[in-house]
């Protein structure tokens, strides 16, 4: 379906050069490209400058595309600067239920070999795209609406698919409680990195603290309490 902005710009991705002629799959790579350029170059400007001073022919400039492409991937200036952010996130989503394989007998631990395997296969780059979205949120809080109102779509289809994965209401409950873990838990390894607490990899911190979470949560033996040498 095409999509117009205001101004009556053709929003369907057409107006590409050579969009009409290459193979799908190249086009689609493509066009991710220029979509993921246009959303860095948007964080980037909103992180030095704001988001008042941000234009989107500076945007449009930095990524080296004009104004006219930016609205054939982005409503405003606020979707472009949320986007690495919630993109991420909504891959991660497609790699928890994405149908290769029998489900765990525990969503949890399903959740969490996705997560580390998510976060072992990431970008580098992604570490620096963070820093920038915390500058860019601390020099425009209004930011914090944007982000929330996409992650809020995202958790709806994350509603979405845990009804349709899960069969039992006990197994539904378990994969909310999982992602809420990773996530918290992957927030508090990105703080590590950010304070110099820990040169470690992101994926390998947040194994650490699975392990400590999975330690303290165990039974202890009645015959360990209290024992003296």
């Known amino acids: 379906m095409t ?3 205001p101004t009556g710009v053709d929003r369907s991705g057409a107006d590409l050069p050579g969009a009409d002629h290459a193979p799908a799959g190249l086009r689609e790579a493509k066009k991710a490209r220029t979509r993921a350029s246009l959303a860095r170059a948007a964080l980037q400007l ?7 001073t941000t234009t989107v022919e500076a945007i449009a400039a930095r990524a080296e595309v004009s104004p006219r492409t930016f609205f054939n991937y982005f409503d405003s200036k606020d979707d472009a600067v949320v986007h690495l952010s919630t993109d991420r996130f909504r891959c991660l ?3 928890l239920f994405a149908d290769d394989g029998e489900l ?4 949890v631990l399903q959740i969490r070999d996705v997560m580390l395997r998510f976060l072992g296969e990431a970008d580098p780059g992604t570490a620096s795209d963070d820093e920038l979205m915390r500058s860019a949120l601390e020099r425009d809080p ?3 609406g944007a982000l929330h109102a996409s992650m809020n779509t995202i958790g709806a289809e994350f509603e979405a698919a845990i009804a349709s994965r899960y069969a039992t209401v006990r197994d ?3 994969a909310r409680v999982g992602l809420s873990v990773a996530l918290g838990l992957t927030q508090t390894a990105m703080l590590d990195a950010r304070d110099g607490r820990s040169q470690a990899p992101i994926a390998d911190r947040v194994a650490h603290y699975f392990d400590l979470l999975e330690s303290a949560l165990a039974p202890r033996s009645p015959f360990t309490k209290g024992t003296t040498s």
């Not at 909103?46 to 008042?52: F, K, N, T």
Request: proline residues 4%; charged residues 15%.
């Open 142 to 144: 209004s930011l914090f």
């Open 93 to 95: 989503l497609s790699s």
């Open 172 to 174: 539904q409950e378990l």
């Open 104 to 107: 765990s007998a525990n969503p």
């Open 3 to 5: 999509t117009h902005d």
């Open 46 to 52: 909103v992180a030095e400058d704001g988001m008042q």
